[in-house]
């Protein structure tokens, strides 16, 4: 079992693959007893790299690790911190042996060092932003972005939120399945107050709702930005950065798969997710297109337009934790200026009187208000009706939301 995850960290790790696709393709070669162990310890292992990796760091002086031994012990420091059911000896015993299939010479070194992380304390950074920014496994310019953007507590909760496990929560198809059956399954509860509902069972593909088309997972803070559109029955909705099409597909439930909606995305692999949801889904008013938003000349005009565009991802680290592993301060700001032509192209099809909304999933203003602020003043004839934060809870991510109407052609 542990051989398959530490194949699998690998995979994730030093091959560049994403979690949750390994995942999906992998994680039936594990007996189902132990599926559910072996994905803690490969989401965990992944949350925590940094951390984890700063712990053994702390016992060796060596300062190059062959890459393998380097997520081997990670891998073992995550389970003798995190998981308190197997017992150390055994976590020591199988990251030997693992190593010795990796190089037999490594085998002591991985035994000393996983020895001292039983037996030491952790020592960690006296500086607060470094102490947050190992403890949760993310960057320290990252901390120091959002400490600066805004303030320390609320960076701290950001950073801390990044390591939780949220529950997956699901959008009920409403063209399909009415709430009170819906709720017969017993894997579905309601959230208070809250139009979605927490899934409880294993792998959400495979359980009957979801084949179906009955249910399709959604983030809170994802369904509040199609929300915001306010979109009608019979109306005409662009959506240019729609892949895999979770918003667009909600939009179709909101107009009663009444009406036109348009989906644009620029990798065709990713338009035929959109194809294939909407006939899962049961949705014949989306068509999607495989087209680059910033050069969309030959569409017209639409009653609301939805610009969800790429971005850094700073507000989903819970939910895609391969974020953490990846993110260079290089690469911070590297979407503003694509993001900035997407808006301005997307705006260009919003008919007079229309609502034209920017969202991202990011915590990052130079992503978010400062577009919002750069397009106003470049943009006259639209106004902001509305624009919000949404900052990571115990259901949702971090999310960004402006609602802007056109006044003027
Ligand atoms: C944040 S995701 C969209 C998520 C989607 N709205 C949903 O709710 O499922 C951003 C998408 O923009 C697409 N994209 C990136 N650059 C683009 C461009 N120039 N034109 C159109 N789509 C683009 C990406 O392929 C990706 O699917």
């Given at each position: 079992m542990r051989s398959w995850v530490f194949k699998a960290l690998c995979s994730v790790v030093l091959e560049g693959t994403y979690s949750n696709l390994y995942l999906k393709n992998h994680l039936k070669e594990v007996p189902e007893k132990d599926q559910a162990l072996c994905t803690r310890i490969f989401y965990g292992t992944i949350q925590n790299y940094d951390y984890c990796q700063y712990i053994y760091q702390q016992f060796t002086n060596r300062k190059k690790i062959e890459s393998k031994i380097d997520v081997l012990l990670v891998m073992s420091v995550y389970q003798i911190k995190?998981?308190?059911?197997?017992p150390d000896y055994a976590i020591c015993n199988e990251a030997v042996n693992l190593a010795k299939k990796v190089n037999s010479k490594s085998a002591g070194f991985v035994n000393a060092i996983l020895h001292k992380v039983i037996q030491n304390e952790v020592k960690l950074p006296e500086d607060e932003v470094e102490r947050i920014a190992i403890m949760n496994s993310i960057k320290p310019w990252l901390i120091r972005m959002w400490c600066s953007q805004y303030g320390l507590d609320t960076a701290k909760k950001i950073a801390m939120h990044s390591n939780t496990t949220l529950p997956i929560v699901v959008r009920r198809n409403s063209l399909l399945i009415n709430e009170e059956n819906f709720l017969k399954d017993p894997y579905i509860e309601k959230i208070k107050d809250s139009e979605l509902y927490v899934y409880i069972g294993e792998q959400i593909s495979s359980h009957p709702y979801y084949v179906k088309g009955y249910m399709s997972a959604q983030d809170p803070g994802s369904y509040q930005i199609a929300r915001t559109l306010d979109v009608k029955c019979e109306e005409k909705v662009l959506d240019v950065c729609s892949a895999p099409g979770t918003k667009a597909m909600a939009l179709a439930q909101f107009m009663n798969n009444k009406g036109t909606i348009d989906c644009l995305d620029i990798h065709e692999h990713r338009v035929q997710l959109i194809k294939k949801d909407a006939k899962r889904l049961h949705v014949d008013i989306i068509h999607a297109y495989c087209k680059d938003a910033t050069k969309i000349l030959d569409l017209g005009l639409y009653d609301r337009v939805l610009c969800d565009v790429p971005c850094s991802g700073y507000g989903v680290l819970a939910r895609k934790p391969d974020i953490k592993l990846r993110m260079k301060s290089e690469d911070m700001d590297s979407l503003i200026k694509i993001q900035s032509e997407i808006l301005a192209s997307a705006a260009s099809h919003v008919k007079e009187n229309g609502c034209l909304v920017y969202s991202t999933c990011t915590l990052n203003k130079k992503e978010n208000e400062k577009q919002i602020e750069y397009f106003i003043k470049n943009h006259p004839g639209f106004a902001l009706e509305k624009e919000e934060t949404l900052f990571p809870n115990e259901y949702s991510g971090g999310f960004f939301i402006a609602k802007l109407v056109r006044n003027t052609h």
């Open positions: 995190f998981l308190d059911k197997v």
